[in-house]
């Protein structure tokens, strides 16, 4: 498993940008696939983004298609999530997650898809 640690959360108002970065332990960074999950008081986690190892593929939730990018840079071992036009409705802890991938398979939209995990970042936006 790959050590995950998350960055950039904070406290911002709606229509604001944010910019989450996942800083990832070991050499082999580039075999993984990524993604982004969230999960708000009360509710589930969800999948929010992930991307494939290759970077050449990436995937969206819904609700943040269009505002949401993700990225990889696999010679810092890192992968980002742009936030921008902010809603409330994106208050969350958000999680970076990893698995090897198989290259053959897309990445997960489902939590247990994914082996390793961060500790989670808080996301708060304001109205």
């Known amino acids: 498993q790959v050590q995950l640690v998350e960055s950039g959360g904070g406290l911002v108002q709606a229509g604001g940008s944010l910019r989450l970065s996942c800083a990832a332990s070991g050499r082999t960074f580039f075999d993984y696939d990524m993604g982004w999950f969230r999960q708000a008081p009360g509710k589930e986690r969800e999948f929010v983004s992930a991307?494939?190892?290759?970077?050449?593929?990436?995937y969206y939730a819904d609700s943040v298609a269009g505002r949401f990018t993700i990225s990889r840079n696999d010679a810092k071992n890192t992968v980002a999530l742009q936030m921008n036009s902010l809603k409330p409705e994106d208050t969350a802890v958000y999680y970076c997650?990893?698995?090897?991938?198989?290259?053959?398979?897309?990445?997960?939209?489902?939590?247990?898809?994914?082996?390793?995990w961060g500790q989670g970042t808080q996301v708060t936006i304001s109205s």
């Open positions: 997650a990893a698995r090897i991938s198989s290259r053959t398979l897309v990445p997960g939209t489902t939590a247990p898809f994914y082996d390793s």
């Open positions: 991307i494939n190892w290759s970077g050449g593929r990436t």
